[in-house]
């Protein structure tokens, strides 16, 4: 099992050793990327879209921590969109990709590999072009040789494309809108911005763990096998970024689904070696939850247990894990990490409907699952907005959880040797 420290996570002055390259200030600085990408977008002219003819199809090329552009513009388009719109991470450029088309590329260093490839693919075959990358640099060349749109991304402090996301989807989704292929009104993005904003004050390094909703979530996750899963298509993105960011960030692999096509998948999982289950006394404990629009956590309440003859009896259970205090590691053996669900919820809608309490009781079944089976749950809703602002609340706790969950367990989250070595030895 990691060991996270917990008072590592409360000393400032050791995040900050920990935090080379400032992903907590970069990751604060999401509101501040949003309002600069407006900027930016109004200065490269990426009103001009909204005089082209409206396109016949949409690509979007990103790679690596930009991908999740990708996935937000097809979940935010997918309801309304006149055109479809589809993600490519490299070459080969589809077939049917022609003068009228438009493609998007994406490269927080203008740089990358595959958004490069494509977009000079596809300047080639004289498509449209939308690029959002370092001035000066490849992509923006290939863009303005096409006479596309270029975007810049400006000053505002980061360390990766991981916490750039707001200064690459913001003029993806302006763009976007000018197309009619979504609705993002300014307002809405500026929404975000002031979310982003509330959510990097909740977040800050200078709150205590138990208070503070991300270094709360950050140590339960550390005592767990983690799998995320997302209510619906819109927490269905932000479980594959938590899945994500957990991988990169804090090098812990997590499976990740949303419901209901997930629901089978990761129900399945309580039946295995990671659970109660599998070799060990059930029990079932109610863990946190955590409300994005009103911060506030429930603790764990300890439940009695049934032992196979009928007798009822309460153990002493370690909150965290659901483990028996008392067991002797070198007698009983040692025991496996306990699987942890991590249910990503939507905000409660307005207006319920039939789908909406379908959804509702599906993902309440799961979770009644897996207490049963003995899973640490952990809940995380989003606050009430728009549909972009309710995914900008979900996708700053899982960077900043990620984040914390790297440092205390004495990881940097920007920098991972073995990375460093595979971009040796492939370069």
């Known amino acids: 099992m990691p060991y996270i420290d917990e008072a590592l996570l409360n000393d400032q002055d050791e995040l900050g050793r920990k935090d080379s390259r400032g992903t907590l200030r970069a990751l604060a600085s999401a509101g501040a990327q949003v309002r600069e990408a407006l900027t930016l977008g109004h200065d490269a002219g990426i009103e001009r879209l909204a005089q082209q003819d409206r396109p016949r199809s949409v690509l979007v090329a990103a790679i690596g921590g930009s991908a999740i552009v990708a996935d937000v513009l ?18 080969p450029l589809p077939g049917w990709v022609g003068p009228l088309d438009l493609v998007v590329a994406v490269s927080l260093s203008g740089r990358a590999p595959g958004p490069l490839a494509v977009a000079a693919e596809a300047a080639r075959r004289g498509a449209s072009l939308l690029t959002v990358g370092a001035d000066e640099s490849p992509l923006a060349e ?60 909740d977040f800050r390094p200078s709150s205590e763990a138990f208070i503070n909703p991300a270094k709360l979530l950050a140590v339960q996750l550390a005592e767990t096998v983690p799998v995320v899963l997302g209510d619906g298509s819109l927490s269905g993105v932000a479980a594959a970024r938590a899945s994500s960011m957990l991988a990169r960030t804090a090098r812990i692999p997590a499976l990740c689904g949303e419901l209901p096509d997930a629901a089978s998948g990761i129900v399945a999982c309580f039946d ?46 370690g909150p965290e894990s659901g483990r028996d205090i008392f067991a002797d590691p070198y007698l009983d053996g040692p025991t496996p990490p306990q699987l942890g669900l991590l249910m990503l919820r939507d905000a409660e809608p307005e207006q319920p409907d039939e789908a909406s309490a379908d959804s509702e009781r599906l993902t309440e079944a799961v979770l009644t699952t897996a207490r049963d089976a003995g899973v640490t749950v952990m809940e995380v809703r989003a606050g009430p907005g728009d549909q972009v602002v309710r995914l900008a609340d979900h996708m700053a706790m899982v960077d900043f959880t990620a984040t914390y969950l790297a440092i205390g367990l004495g990881l940097d989250p920007s920098v991972s040797p073995h990375v460093a070595d595979l971009r040796d030895r492939t370069s």
Not at 277 to 299: E, K, M
């Open 142 to 201: 290939v863009c303005r040789r096409a006479r596309g749109i270029h975007v810049g991304t400006g000053q505002t402090a980061r360390a990766s494309s991981r916490t750039a996301l707001w200064t690459l989807l913001t003029p993806v989704l302006v763009g976007a809108g000018h197309l009619g292929l979504l609705d993002a009104p300014e307002r809405s993005l500026e929404a975000v911005a002031d979310r982003l904003d509330e959510r990097a004050e």
């Open 272 to 317: 295995g070696p990671f659970t109660g289950i599998a070799g060990r006394r059930p029990g079932t404990y109610d863990n946190a939850r955590i409300r994005l629009g009103d911060i506030d956590t429930s603790a764990w309440e300890p439940h009695h247990f049934a032992e196979p003859e009928g007798e009822l009896m309460e153990r002493a259970r």
């Open 74 to 91: 097809e979940l935010l388009a997918e309801p309304g969109s006149p055109v479809p719109v589809q993600a490519r991470r490299n070459l």
